[in-house]
């Protein structure tokens, strides 16, 4: 599906919006079963509400049902509870990378610390840690108080090497973050104490060690989030895109199949569907990250591997590996390789990629190769939303009357709830700390137009590929 935003007629806040009348071009929407989008997706009974019908009125109307959508509703009613909030989700609640990730909440921003540093300057890499550590903690937070059922545990995060180049690079980065940087909240490990918590051969040397971060099931925790925002009273519409955008008498009306919205504001919380949008189309592109998953393993497979502590794993490959357990023992393994698509839609083929998932089922035996013979069960994709420079962005897309979020990349889980903080102090035109965080309102570096876009990040992805090539005992498929 397509939909763009075309023109500038109108302003608001002395910005053009980029909206104007009806001009809107709209293509075919492809509606899916959300069941079959990731294996946390069927881990509890859910039954999506019903879509938009006729007129609907609101104060703001969120689009999108992923946690940035999720938390900007719940957040803005915390603020004002008169406050009249629509949310507009295309499919289901959870059905973009929100009820499909990994479920690590981690204090991740972009890639590295050391990539940001390089794009934003070491003051602003500690000011993103800082915001991503407090995302962790309000996360975590959130979970106790709201009781959020979504299997949350607070395990920790290691970052291992497999190579030996790659355990002088995680070293490296260690020293910069801590001395540096001086961030306090991450340690080192050695080589004895990691293969304590978690054998594996492939390992090389010791391990970046964040006990901060935690696990959890991401579709239980979407679907927990509708549960609490609607008896605050916001209206949630599934299976209700919006396809149309316009502006009339002040207001926005925002067109679904057999509805439509009037709003005073919009947030955008599309994330990799942002291309969608004309004024955001070249500040991201849709990244596609690829996941397996075994069945759960016995008593006898997981003594053998340790891991008694649960721990989220990643390796300091270019293209990560990530990988956990899930609450009933089965392994979450991702990562490897990623996939790209030429032009602006959304295209649901690239949520299945038989090359990634063959080489990860590999990937899992090196890791851990006394698992030999495991089966595995599920396996799944889904987009990402990654800008030129690596970095998440929000603000307003022109006038204050129109919010976006994008460049939450594979590493927005708790991200994403602190972002929905600041988005409601933005919807409220609040001046605070939040929005005065250095990438709220940041320009965005725009990729070149088509076909040069596409160009641009297959030769990014490319780089990546080749330098894990060169050193790690991945054998790449
Ligand atoms: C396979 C995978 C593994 C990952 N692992 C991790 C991890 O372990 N830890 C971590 O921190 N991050 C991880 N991530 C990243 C994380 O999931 C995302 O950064 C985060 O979920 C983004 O949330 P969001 O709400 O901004 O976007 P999304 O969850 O993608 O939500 C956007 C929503 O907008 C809806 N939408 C789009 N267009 C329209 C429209 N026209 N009308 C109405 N609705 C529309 C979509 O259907 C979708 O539900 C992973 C991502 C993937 C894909």
């Known amino acids: 599906m397509v939909f763009e935003l075309t023109g500038n007629g109108s302003t608001c806040g002395g910005r053009p919006t980029g909206i104007k009348g009806a001009k809107v071009k709209v293509k075919k929407i492809e509606q899916q079963d959300f069941r079959e989008k990731s294996y946390w997706l069927t881990t509890r009974h859910y039954t999506p509400n019903e879509n938009l019908k006729g007129e609907v009125t609101c104060d703001v109307a969120v689009i999108g049902g992923g946690f940035t959508g999720l938390s900007s509703a719940y957040f803005l009613k915390k603020a004002q509870p008169e406050i009249d ?18 479920g690590f909440s981690m204090t991740k921003f972009g890639l590295i610390h050391s990539i940001t540093a390089f794009r934003f300057g070491n003051q602003k890499t500690v000011e993103a840690h800082e915001y991503t550590c407090r995302a962790v903690d309000l996360l ?8 959020l059922d979504c299997d949350y545990q607070h395990t920790g995060f290691l970052e291992v090497s497999t190579c030996k180049v790659h355990q002088k690079r995680l070293a490296r980065e260690f020293e910069f973050v801590t001395k540096k940087l001086g961030l306090k909240d991450i340690f080192w490990i050695d080589e004895q104490e990691l293969q304590s918590r978690v054998a594996s051969p492939l390992y090389e040397g010791g391990a970046w060690w964040e006990p901060r971060c935690g696990i959890l099931n991401p579709a239980k925790l979407a679907w927990s989030w509708k549960e609490v925002i609607e008896p605050l009273g916001v209206r949630v519409f599934e299976n209700s895109p919006l396809i149309e955008i316009a502006r009339e008498g002040g207001r926005f009306r925002l067109v679904t199949p057999e509805g439509h919205v009037r709003a005073n504001k919009v947030v955008l919380a599309t994330n990799a569907w942002s291309s969608l949008f004309a004024k955001l189309k070249r500040k991201q592109v849709p990244v596609w990250t690829y996941i397996v998953l075994t069945e759960p393993l016995n008593e006898r497979q997981h003594e053998e591997i340790g891991w008694q502590g649960r721990e989220g794993i990643e390796d300091f490959r270019d293209l990560v590996h990530y990988y956990r357990l899930t609450a009933d023992n089965r392994i979450v393994l991702g ?3 990623v996939d790209i698509t030429f032009g602006y839609d959304v295209p649901a083929a690239k949520d299945q990629n038989p090359k990634v998932f063959d080489g990860l089922k590999s990937d899992l035996l090196q890791v851990f190769p006394s698992l030999q013979g495991i089966a595995f069960t599920h396996q799944w994709g889904g ?12 603000g307003y897309a022109g006038g204050k009357d129109l919010v976006y979020s994008l460049g939450c990349m594979g590493h927005a889980v708790s991200l994403t709830h602190l972002n929905g903080m600041t988005i409601a102090d933005l919807v409220l035109e609040r001046d605070t700390e939040l929005t005065r965080t250095f990438f709220v309102n940041r320009r965005v570096i725009p990729y070149p137009p088509e076909p040069f876009r596409t160009a641009t990040a297959k030769a990014i992805a490319g780089y990546m590929r080749w330098d894990d090539g060169r050193h790690d005992k991945f054998s790449m498929k």
């Open 85 to 102: 909030v629509a949310l507009l989700e295309g499919q289901v609640i959870g059905f973009g990378a929100s009820g499909r990730n990994a």
């Open 140 to 147: 975590r937070d959130l979970v106790t108080t709201l009781d």
């Open 335 to 337: 990562g490897r390789d």
């Open 383 to 394: 987009p990402v939303s990654v800008p030129l420079d690596m970095a998440p962005a929000m």
